[in-house]
T-cell receptor, first 111, second 113 residues
Framework: QKEVEQDPGPLSVPEGAIVSLNCTYS??????FMWYRQYSRKGPELLMY????GNKEDGRFTAQVDKSSKYISLFIRDSQPSDSATYLC???????????FGAGTRLFVKA | NAGVTQTPKFQVLKTGQSMTLQCAQD?????MSWYRQDPGMGLRLIHY???????DQGEVPNGYNVSRSTTEDFPLRLLSAAPSQTSVYFC????????????FGEGSRLTVL
């Protein structure tokens, strides 16, 4: 079983839609949860970073962690064509060196 | 401030050839790492380093070699290229050994024929 599972999509939505992206993970030792955004032919860039459970909001983006079900989510409100990218979830344990990534979900937002 | 710089951006090799992918960062980061990205597989960790002279293996280290003689540089060597090593390679660094954001380079696209 992979340590983090993510549906690769693709996911296609109309402009203005609410987007929900999700990952599940297997090891309860993971405490750091991240979402990276990757535009075509570019390196990933950090979008959201949360520690332990709960919600974190940044503009149109909300990251949610449910440690009881080992489920992490990213919500995008009022999606824009400029949000079209691959979104990768990432996890890390406390004190460890390795960041583990999901497969990435490719998102298309149509104008 | 250049951040993380990778060279070359594109490379075509024949099976059995060797080459080195270069990675340099100018942010004085302790931690540096190499990932490969393949369709449907996400980013998989090849090797990482927590400081000059200290390296360790990640998830997919076979066929790759690394060294870290300075804080700034972390080259990735392909010893004898195979078609299975066709991929996009990313170098990433972060300020702290265990926490914080990873900063990625733009990637190096490698094709092995």
């Amino acid at each position: 079983q992979k340590e983090v599972e993510q549906d690769p999509g693709p996911l296609s939505v109309p402009e203005g839609a609410i987007v929900s992206l999700n990952c599940t993970y297997s090891n309860s030792a993971f405490q750091y949860f991240m979402w990276y955004r990757q535009y075509s032919r570019k390196g990933p860039e950090l979008l959201m970073y949360t520690y332990s459970s709960g919600n974190k909001e940044d503009g149109r983006f909300t990251a949610q962690v449910d440690k009881s079900s080992k489920y992490i989510s990213l919500f995008i409100r009022d999606s824009q064509p400029s949000d079209s990218a691959t979104y990768l979830c990432a996890i890390k344990d406390t004190g460890g060196f390795k960041t583990i990534f999901g497969a990435g979900t490719r998102l298309f937002v149509k104008a | 401030n250049a951040g993380v710089t990778q060279t070359p951006k594109f490379q075509v090799l024949k099976t059995g050839q060797s080459m080195t992918l270069q990675c340099a960062q100018d942010m004085n980061h302790e931690y540096m790492s190499w990932y490969r990205q393949d369709p449907g597989m996400g980013l998989r960790l090849i090797h990482y380093s927590v400081g000059a002279g200290i390296t360790d293996q990640g998830e997919v280290p076979n066929g790759y070699n690394v060294s870290r003689s300075t804080t700034e540089d972390f080259p990735l060597r392909l010893l004898s290229a195979a078609p299975s090593q066709t991929s996009v390679y990313f170098c990433a660094s972060r300020p702290d050994r265990t926490t914080g954001e990873l900063f990625f380079g733009e990637g190096s696209r490698l094709t092995v024929l």
